[in-house]
């Protein structure tokens, strides 16, 4: 059964050119409301620990290394069909393939820097989120 919550993180291409407040903008636009959200950057072990999953995949290095380059920004994000919903908003993981209107296809410029995560199943929204916030944050 599909839960209201989902996990995201406004990646470093993103928050480096400027587009936090915009792209946070649109989120709350769509109908989602922020249960707890904070600006960090990760260390290049802790993206090596987040993105552990794709650790035997010939990204990973380009990967952690870019999600360790800069600021981010991570939230818990609450609507009906959360999941769902956020893929939708989101668009597709390349921006070239992004439906007009959606996040990628306005704010990213690669494949690789793709302006925004977004979890693709409750458990990921879940394990994600606790990833970056303790459980008095999420409360």
């Not at 600021?71 to 390349?94: C, H, Q, S």
């Not at 704010?107 to 394990?127: K, M, Q, R, Y």
């Amino acid at each position: 059964m599909a839960t209201n919550r989902t996990f995201t993180m406004l990646k470093p291409d993103a928050t480096g050119a400027g587009y936090t407040g915009k792209i946070i903008d649109r989120i709350i636009d769509a109908g989602f409301s922020i249960k707890a959200m904070k600006w960090t950057q990760l260390s290049l072990a802790e993206a090596e620990a987040f993105y552990a999953v794709h650790s035997e995949r010939p990204f990973f290095g380009e990967l952690t290394a870019y999600m360790s380059s800069g600021p981010i920004v991570a939230a818990i994000l609450e609507k009906d069909n959360a999941v769902p919903d956020f893929r939708d908003l989101i668009g597709a993981t390349d921006p070239k393939d992004a439906a007009a209107g959606t996040i990628r296809a306005e704010f990213a410029t690669s494949i690789a820097a793709n302006a925004v995560h977004g979890s693709d199943s409750d458990e990921n929204a879940a394990l994600e989120g606790a990833f970056y916030f303790s459980q008095r944050e999420l409360a």
